[in-house]
């Protein structure tokens, strides 16, 4: 089984709005990152959070971890046409990454 | 600096043949991870090659095989295909140890087995 799962799978939201997608683990880990997709293409790497870290921002991402409750979010803020993709976060485990089934967002211009 | 780069794009194959995807990773990385993501789904480990031997593997069948070549570029084989290995195979790139550093992926090669 997958280690990280994202909630929702699917979220739609007007341009402008903000969007949260959460993730959730089922170990410890070194690590967590998030990436994008557009449509089948390949990934693109957003962020990269440690464990020792509890909040990290990149432009108008803001990721935060709590390594207690195994979960991560990820929030967009003032999101716009392009940010329309599929979000995952991926965990580490003995040097291996474990991807969720993701979140599919939709922005809505 | 080129990114990671895949090829082929596209391939099609019948079952029971066997496939050779290529991968070339960013510039300065050294170590290559290989994934398959199927439809709708999230990119699932097949293995992790560093200083050309395989250092990882996820939960694929031997049919599954590959190599790092010394200047760390990367081929995935597949053999006895199968419908099943229709997918987005995806490699990616990274400096060792992998747990501490970004990994960053290649466009990918779209299977189809028919």
């Known amino acids: 089984s997958q280690q990280g799962e994202e909630d929702p799978q699917a979220l739609s939201i007007q341009e402008g709005e903000n969007a949260t997608m959460n993730c959730s683990y089922k170990?410890?880990?070194?690590?967590l990152q998030w990436y994008r997709q557009n449509s089948g293409r390949g990934l693109v790497h957003l962020i990269l959070i440690r464990s020792n870290e509890r909040e990290k921002h990149s432009g108008r991402l803001r990721v935060t971890l709590d390594t207690s409750k195994k979960s991560s979010s990820l929030l967009i803020t003032a999101s716009r046409a392009a940010d329309t993709a599929s979000y995952f976060c991926?965990?580490?485990?003995?040097?291996?990454?474990?991807f969720g089934t993701g979140t599919s967002l939709t922005v809505i211009p | 600096d080129a990114g990671v780069t895949q090829s082929p794009t596209h391939l099609i194959k019948t079952r029971g043949q066997q496939v050779t995807l290529r991968c070339s990773p960013k510039?300065?990385?050294?170590?290559v991870s290989w994934y398959q993501q199927a439809l709708g789904q999230g990119p699932q480990f097949i293995f992790q090659?560093?200083?050309?031997?395989?250092?990882q593997r996820g939960n694929f069948p031997d049919r599954f095989s590959g190599h790092q070549f010394p200047n760390y570029s990367s081929e995935l084989n597949v053999n006895a295909l199968l419908l099943g290995d229709s997918a987005l195979y995806l490699c990616a790139s990274s400096l060792t140890p992998v747990a501490y550093n970004e990994q960053f992926f290649g466009p990918g090669t779209r299977l189809t087995v028919l």
């Open positions: 090659y560093y200083e050309e031997e395989e250092r």
């Open positions: 510039s300065g990385h050294d170590t």
């Open positions: 991926a965990t580490d485990r003995s040097n291996q990454f474990y």
């Open positions: 170990t410890s880990i070194n690590n």
